[in-house]
């Protein structure tokens, strides 16, 4: 069967100080090309890994919208809750919790998608479960997992060749990096491919992308999302001014070490 990948989503109605076009309805025509290509690629099931919403409570209105979306869509959507998704870390009384309630997405520890398919389900924070189905075991999971540093001092996080290594899910989705990446270990995959959006300046690079994978042949294809050059979207004056304000910062705290 064909499974549809994607990374960090961060629906919010609010717009980054660094963008100034309309986040929002930018990020539901990302999501429309994602489901018009699923349905294309003949792939009926869309998995996300965790941060759906970019806050546990969101305005009615944002839901609303959100559920009559893709409730238009025959696709069906799995999803795990990232820290994002979760008020006080827990679940429950979340937005998400409204789309899983209302049966718009579903969240379940383990899932049977078909005869010899089988998902299993992390959500922040919780632990991986051992496999206990034979056949194609996928495991989604909200974990900061690292093909290298994002940057020097991080210290929370896991290496992505470890985690492929000390289990034996066949296919690992990972979700809470932004920045994608894609690993193979003797024949498993490892796949996080990033944040939907770009929201700040050190993504104006970023190319927002979700995966189409094919659980027969064991492969997958990277599909890009097409968005308009940074110079469109973000407001390039007050980014320089930031830059140039960290960039003193940096060179004040440099002259306080020495």
């Known amino acids: 069967m ?4 994607c ?10 100080e660094s963008r100034r076009d309309d986040y929002f309805q930018s990020s539901l025509q990302k999501l429309q090309y994602i489901i018009c290509t699923s349905i294309k690629e003949k792939s009926s099931i869309i998995l996300q890994p965790g941060d759906f919403f970019d806050r546990p409570s969101v305005p009615y209105s944002l839901t609303s919208t959100i559920i009559s979306f893709l409730r238009k869509s025959p696709i069906t959507w799995y999803v795990v809750a990232g820290q994002h998704d979760l008020k006080f870390r827990n ?14 997405v579903k969240n379940s520890e383990r899932t049977v998608l078909s005869e010899s398919v089988f998902l299993y389900s992390v959500s922040y924070n919780e632990s991986i479960p051992e496999i206990i189905t034979e056949g194609f075991n996928i495991l989604m999971i909200h974990k900061m997992i690292v093909e290298e540093k994002i940057w020097e001092g991080q210290v929370e996080y896991e290496w992505a060749n470890t985690i492929l290594r000390r289990t034996k899910y066949d296919l690992i989705i990972s979700g809470d990096n932004h920045k994608s990446f894609f690993v193979e270990h003797k024949g498993r995959h490892l796949l996080n491919c990033g944040s939907l959006m770009r ?4 993504q104006i690079d970023h190319k927002p992308c979700f995966v189409i994978y094919d659980t027969k042949r064991r492969n997958y294809e990277i599909c890009y999302i097409p968005v308009k050059p940074a110079s469109e979207v973000f407001d390039m004056t007050r980014i320089e001014v930031e830059k140039e304000r960290d960039e003193k910062l940096m060179a004040f705290v440099d002259g306080l070490i020495e």
Do not use: C, M, Q, W
């Not at 990374?7 to 980054?16: A, R, S």
């Not at 929201?199 to 050190?202: A, G, I």
């Open 91 to 104: 679940k429950g009384n979340t937005a998400l919790d409204v789309l899983v309630a209302g049966e718009i």
């Open 2 to 5: 064909k499974l549809t990948l």
């Open 199 to 202: 929201s700040s300046r050190d």
């Open 7 to 16: 990374g960090d989503f961060h629906i919010t109605e609010k717009k980054p």
